[in-house]
């Protein structure tokens, strides 16, 4: 994944050249047609790696990966919607935690694309972790202690889950 990042960023890299090749076209008259065509072919070029950024983004996987995570509590559990950078574009996985420091986890997507705008919101006892697109990709509800990721819509028992295993549900 590292070097289809490193590509990534190479391509994204063309947008700049290309608006740098503009600008020197209006300063200088001399070369403005010859500017304009450079900067417009290069900008064009560039459109769908920004347009990719929405689902890699390419210093996630070039420098020390930054997990997103978000957390809402209760009953003694912290549940977190958590994604990191993994082999295949990235993992997406809540992880829970007891109040006596024991952890684990429940695969929800093993090869989802960046979740931008990841944030926690509360409709009644339910806990729902959304993105900046309005999909719920996973809930809580602590009045009656159930979990539900969103690829396979099982519904788990906080109260029974496995914390001797690091993956409650296989990972």
């Not at 929800?108 to 694309?113: L, S």
Request: net charge positive.
């Amino acid at each position: 994944m590292t070097g289809i990042a490193f590509i990534h960023f190479i391509w994204l890299s063309l947008a700049p050249i290309g608006a740098v090749w503009l600008a020197k076209a209006a300063i200088w008259p001399r070369r403005r047609r010859g500017g304009i065509a450079v900067g417009v072919v290069l900008c064009v070029l560039a459109l769908p790696a920004v347009l990719f950024c929405q689902v890699l983004w390419p210093p996630d996987f070039l420098g020390a990966g930054r997990a997103v995570r978000v957390a809402a509590s209760g009953l003694g559990y912290v549940v977190s919607m958590v994604q990191e950078p993994g082999d295949d574009f990235y993992e997406s996985f809540l992880e829970i935690g007891r109040a006596d420091g024991k952890v684990t986890r429940l695969m929800v997507d093993p090869d989802a694309g960046k979740w931008w705008g990841l944030r926690a919101r509360t409709r009644g006892t339910r806990t729902e972790f959304v993105t900046w697109t309005g999909a719920v990709v996973g809930s809580v509800d602590f009045a009656d202690g159930t979990v539900v990721g969103s690829v396979d819509r099982q519904v788990y028992k906080l109260g029974e889950l496995d914390f001797g295993r690091r993956w409650a549900n296989g990972g």
